[in-house]
């Protein structure tokens, strides 16, 4: 399996994330925020500047993360067309970074997630899109129609359409208070959907604290990944800060300063505890470095 982080969870400055990546042994990046400016509002020579830094470090891009479906459901056809366009421009800007995944959600929920509802307007949302070129992959997310794997394997069937992957993070799970135990039951659900794993350590439904000293039994989460031979992105969310606690406003739009403030310190810190858990479980991350399968910018 391949170790990342998402990138400003530790820095807004990409130069500065890439580097620290690279020394603390991670393979890979998975791009956000940078430089202050939000994912999905980040011009061509931005991500071209990006992808550039991380191949430079000896890094791969591990993913992209906009905000394509995390939003309310539309009730127009106006809003739908606003949220076939993010998508679609996600995709684009995911090709021009060479990210493996465009990372969504299942919208915002309203009382109890309704993935079947949600599958039918995002059917509409999607069609057009072109899936074809940078694969989809549904995230577990903490406020949509899909917090635990089993919505999201209920949504996925709804929307009937193969291609897309989940992207599983069960510290979502846990702070929705959907499932305060997501592994190993929830996690055999959906394994063989899934395609990318977020790192982070909930405290019930409190703040997020450093890895291992919440309620998600990761050392057996990166154990059972390597048995059933699990070769994709494990990839930090950190989400903790030290000193302070993210707010649901800054989880909901985690870019810019105000989100990665304090983030340097703390994110670093647990990615030493993830290369650790990786390590113990006898499947060490491929090794970033100049001579790891470096990504030319441009190729």
């Given at each position: 399996?391949?170790?990342?982080?998402?990138?400003?969870?530790?820095?807004?400055?990409?130069?500065?994330?890439?580097?620290?990546?690279?020394?603390l042994?991670?393979?890979?990046?998975?791009?956000?925020?940078?430089?202050g400016?939000?994912?999905?509002?980040?011009?061509?020579?931005a991500?071209?500047?990006?992808?550039?830094?991380?191949?430079r470090h000896?890094?791969r891009?591990?993913?992209?993360?906009?905000?394509?479906?995390?939003?309310?459901?539309?009730?127009?056809?106006?809003?739908t067309?606003?949220?076939?366009?993010?998508?679609?421009?996600?995709?684009?800007?995911?090709e021009?970074?060479?990210?493996?995944?465009?990372?969504?959600?299942?919208?915002?929920?309203?009382?109890?997630?309704?993935?079947?509802?949600?599958?039918?307007?995002a059917?509409?949302?999607?069609d057009g899109?072109?899936?074809?070129?940078?694969?989809?992959?549904?995230?577990?997310?903490?406020?949509?129609?899909?917090?635990?794997?089993?919505?999201?394997?209920e949504?996925?069937?709804?929307?009937?359409?193969?291609?897309?992957?989940?992207?599983?993070?069960?510290?979502?799970?846990?702070?929705?208070?959907?499932d305060?135990?997501?592994?190993?039951?929830?996690?055999?659900?959906?394994?063989?959907?899934?395609?990318?794993v977020?790192?982070k350590?909930?405290?019930?439904?409190?703040?997020?604290?450093?890895?291992?000293?919440?309620?998600?039994?990761w050392?057996?989460?990166?154990?059972?990944?390597?048995e059933?031979?699990?070769?994709?992105?494990i990839?930090?969310?950190?989400?903790?800060?030290i000193?302070?606690v993210l707010?649901?406003?800054?989880?909901d739009?985690?870019w810019?300063?105000?989100f990665?403030?304090?983030?340097?310190?703390?994110s670093?810190?647990?990615?030493?505890?993830?290369?650790?858990?990786t390590?113990?479980?006898?499947?060490?991350?491929?090794?970033?470095?100049?001579?790891a399968?470096?990504?030319?910018?441009?190729?």
């Open positions: 399996m391949r170790l990342a982080v998402i990138n400003d969870e530790l820095s807004q400055d990409i130069e500065q994330a890439a580097a620290t990546t690279s020394r042994g991670f393979d890979g990046l998975e791009i956000r925020s940078s430089g400016v939000a994912p999905h509002r980040m011009d061509d020579a991500l071209a500047r990006i992808r550039s830094t991380v191949a000896g890094l891009v591990a993913g992209f993360d906009p905000p394509a479906l995390k939003c309310e459901l539309p009730r127009t056809a106006a809003e067309d606003s949220a076939r366009a993010l998508v679609t421009d996600s995709v684009r800007r995911a021009l970074l060479g990210a493996p995944f465009v990372r969504i959600f299942t919208f915002y929920r309203q009382g109890d997630p309704d993935p079947r509802r949600a599958a039918a307007a059917r509409e949302v999607l899109v072109p899936l074809g070129r940078v694969p989809l992959l549904v995230e577990t997310g903490m406020r949509t129609n899909s917090p635990t794997m089993r919505h999201t394997l949504f996925l069937d709804a929307l009937g359409d193969d291609r897309l992957g989940i992207l599983w993070d069960p510290g979502n799970s846990v702070f929705s208070g959907w305060p135990a997501p592994f190993p039951q929830d996690y055999a659900l959906g394994r063989e959907r899934i395609r990318h977020h790192v350590d909930p405290d019930g439904r409190r703040a997020y604290v450093r890895l291992g000293d919440g309620d998600l039994p050392p057996a989460i990166i154990a059972r990944l390597a059933d031979g699990y070769r994709d992105w990839s930090l969310e950190t989400h903790w800060r000193g302070r707010n649901q406003a800054q989880r739009e985690p810019g300063e105000e990665t403030a304090g983030g340097f310190e703390a670093s810190t647990c990615m030493r505890l993830l290369r650790e858990m390590r113990s479980t006898g499947e060490d991350a491929v090794p970033a470095g100049p001579d399968h470096t990504v030319e910018a441009g190729a």
